[in-house]
C-alpha cells in the first residue's frame, strides 16, 4: 500500500501541479504529458497489485495444502526406503514405492505441478521471477533429489519440466554458494533423517546441466 499511495500521489502532483505561469500552448502540451505520466502511474499500480496478489496466493498454496503433501512424502522417502544402500538407490526405490501407491503418486504430481506452474508463470514478472527461489530452495533440491527417478518415466508437458529443472539448477548455485551445508530430509513418523551433502547436490547440478 505505501509504493501506491507514493505512486498515486505523484501522478495527482504531476496531473495537477501545472505552473500558473504556463499559457496558451504550452499550458495544453504540458497537461497533455501531466495526464499521460498519470495515466502510467496508475497502470504501474495496477499492474504492482497484480504481481503482489498473485505472489502471495502461491506463497498461501505452498504453505497449506501442498506444505502437507510434501511432509507425506518425507515420510515415505525416509521409511519406506531404509534398506537402499546409497542414495541414489533410494530414490530409484521410492519411484518403485510411488507406483505402487496411487495416493502418493498423486500428492507428488501436484508437488511437481505445484512448483513447475509457479516457476513457469512467474518467470517474466518484474517483481517476482525468482520468488521460488528465494523462498523454497530447499525444497527444490529435495524434490528433484527425491524424485528424478520417478519424473525420468513420467509423462509431463515438456516446458514444465525443463522450467522445473532450470529452478533447481538455480536453487542448488543459491543453496551451495550462500550456504554450503548438507540438506536433511526428516521423516515426522519416525524422526529418522536422510542427508544430502553438497557433494551429491554438485553431482545434481552437473547432471542438470547435461540435460
Known sequence: ????RIVLFSAIIAAVG???WLDGASHVKWMEVSMLLAEFAIA???YYELEENRANSFLAEAHGEAYQG?????DSFVDDCSNSATLEQRAEAFAEVIKKNATLSKK?????LFFSKSTYVLRRSLFHHDLMIQWFPQVLIRLHFMLWSYMAVR???????????AAVRESLDKHLHESNR???IYSSKTQNVVKITCDHMRR????????
Open 1 to 4: 500500500m505505501t509504493l501506491r
Open 18 to 20: 501545472i505552473p500558473i
Open 44 to 46: 504501474f499500480v495496477i
Open 70 to 74: 510434501r511432509v507425506d512424502i518425507y
Open 108 to 112: 507428488c504430481d501436484l508437488q511437481l
Open 155 to 165: 509423462e509431463s508437458p515438456m516446458v514444465w519440466r525443463d522450467s522445473f529443472r
Open 182 to 184: 548438507d540438506i536433511t
Open 204 to 211: 545434481m547440478r552437473d547432471s542438470i546441466s547435461m540435460e
